[in-house]
């Protein structure tokens, strides 16, 4: 079964730091670029970074660049979103997502394969 999972969430306080998992099973994420989206409440789901097969390749949402940074292993088939100076605005579900090899057009969800997980739940609260 192909399979997408989300972990590392948490509360933290503002300030605080998170590092976020996702973990492929069912198939390898070698050959899929990865995008991490976030879904805070009564809005809609955007993208926060993205990370190319290689992992050449970077991309982040101005309202994070700086604070957080994608990385993958594709030995143990997993991609990780560092997450630094947190605060409430990133209160949000966070979702992980694959699309072909680059991230080209990498906040369109329509350019991901319909493969999402339950998602991961941020809370930033003091």
């Known amino acids: 079964q192909l399979q997408l999972e989300e972990s590392g969430g948490g509360l933290v306080q503002p300030g605080g730091s998170l590092r976020l998992s996702c973990t492929a099973s069912g198939f390898t994420l070698d050959d899929y670029a990865i995008g991490w989206f976030r879904q805070a409440p009564g809005k809609e789901r955007e993208g926060v970074s993205c990370i190319s097969s290689s992992g050449d390749s970077t991309v982040y949402a101005n309202d994070v660049q700086g604070r957080f940074t994608i990385s993958r292993d594709n030995a143990k088939n997993m991609v990780f979103l560092q997450m630094d100076n947190l605060g409430p605005e990133d209160t949000a579900v966070y979702y992980c997502?694959?699309?072909?090899?680059?991230?080209?057009?990498?906040?369109?969800?329509?350019?991901?394969?319909?493969?999402w997980g339950q998602g991961t739940r941020v809370t930033v609260s003091s």
């Open positions: 997502a694959i699309k072909p090899l680059t991230c080209i057009n990498w906040t369109r969800r329509d350019r991901y394969l319909e493969l």
